[in-house]
């Protein structure tokens, strides 16, 4: 089956500095890279995704790279602000409509004011 | 709307013991999944359901069973837990093979400590 790894694990950074995550993912077949977002107790919610026929997309301050011949996926957040501190989740799906999601094992970013 | 709801939020077993976990979404989407998350583990997916009437085994499904009762609820039950199914179990739902979205919404997840 697929198998997602993600580095770092934790990450801090100066409020303002950006912020790097990275993914890999084993299966080729893989079609569909979502991004979850998780604050402290909460439950965990969608903030990007992109599908295999796309090289980057872009939402404000977030954006996320892919290359499907390396298998890796990245997220980068610009100009960080506390509210980023959360744990994110990046996944990967053999599926186009995302039934079988694999998640890594997620990423603490604190964002030091 | 509620979104997706889950019920109950907390709970304790004792080994051996049987319950079962509660999620109901009103977005009218297709396809529910069930989720464990363990701590530097990140999700696993469970079970899930693509449409109304069939449901899958996921990447952990032993020592689970669901039942999607109709398209609004899919259960999760634990017939006999063990310590080992001690975890945060999140639901969540998606419209898959409608609207074109792959986002899955989730619940805000049921504490579960089996001792």
């Known amino acids: 089956g697929e198998n997602v790894e993600q580095h770092p694990s934790t990450l801090s950074v100066q409020e303002g500095d950006s912020a790097v995550i990275k993914c890999t993912y084993s299966d080729s077949a893989s079609n569909y890279f979502p991004w979850y977002k998780q604050e402290l107790g909460k439950r965990p919610q969608l903030i990007i995704d992109i599908r295999s026929n796309v090289g980057e997309k872009k939402d404000q301050r977030i954006a996320v790279t892919l290359n499907k011949t390396a298998k890796h996926f990245s997220l980068h957040i610009t100009e960080t602000q506390p509210e980023d501190s959360a744990v994110y989740f990046c996944?990967?799906?053999?599926?186009?409509?995302?039934?079988?999601?694999?998640f890594g094992g997620g990423t603490r970013l604190m964002v030091k004011p | 709307n509620a979104g997706v709801t889950q019920t109950p939020k907390f709970q304790v077993l004792k080994t051996g013991q049987s319950m079962t976990l509660q999620c109901a979404q009103d977005?009218?989407?297709?396809?529910m999944y069930w989720y464990r998350q363990d701590p530097g583990m990140g999700l696993r997916l469970i079970y899930y359901s693509a449409s109304e009437g069939t449901t899958d085994k996921g990447e952990v499904p032993n020592g689970y069973n669901v039942s999607r009762l109709n398209k609004r609820e899919f259960s999760l039950r634990l017939e006999s837990a063990a310590p080992s199914q001690t975890s945060v179990y999140f639901c969540?739902?998606?419209?898959?093979?409608?609207?074109?979205?792959?986002?899955?919404?989730f619940g805000p997840g049921t504490r579960l400590t089996v001792l």
């Open positions: 969540a739902s998606s419209d898959w093979g409608t609207s074109g979205s792959h986002e899955q919404f």
């Open positions: 996944a990967a799906s053999l599926n186009n409509a995302g039934n079988m999601l694999t």
């Open positions: 977005m009218n989407h297709n396809s």
